[in-house]
């Protein structure tokens, strides 16, 4: 059963910073593109960020690029979200996710998601 334990939102200061990461189990980590999103109160859920199985690559929504940064260690099956520079635009709910096309862990799945509050 894939597993996708969050920790490290909180309340934070405008230009603060905060570090998310996301325990991964239930399914080979290292071999699948992970995800970061959010979701404001009252909107859609949106894309934040993604980064390749080995970490080689990653990519950033325009109103996070410059600002917030993707890193995973496999070896500890842990994927990380860093948030530099933090806005009250920024203030949602923040979800990992992983998408598994193939095999039993096959599905769309999903983090328990954590709450960033960014005060002005």
């Known amino acids: 059963q894939v597993q996708l334990v969050e920790s490290g939102g909180g309340l934070v200061q405008s230009g603060g910073s905060l570090r998310h990461s996301c325990a991964a189990n239930?399914?080979?980590?290292?071999?699948?593109?992970m995800n970061w999103y959010r979701q404001p109160e009252g909107k859609d859920r949106e894309f934040v960020a993604s980064?390749?199985?080995?970490?080689?690559?990653?990519n950033y929504a325009d109103s996070v690029r410059g600002r917030f940064s993707v890193s995973r260690e496999n070896a500890k099956n842990t994927l990380y979200l860093q948030m530099n520079s933090l806005k009250p635009d920024d203030t949602a709910v923040y979800f990992c996710?992983?998408?598994?096309?193939?095999?039993?862990?096959?599905?769309?799945?999903w983090g328990q998601g954590t709450q960033v509050t960014v005060s002005s």
């Open positions: 980064i390749s199985a080995s970490g080689g690559s990653s």
């Open positions: 996710n992983v998408h598994i096309l193939r095999g039993d862990a096959r599905g769309n799945h």
């Open positions: 239930g399914y080979t980590f290292s071999s699948h593109t």
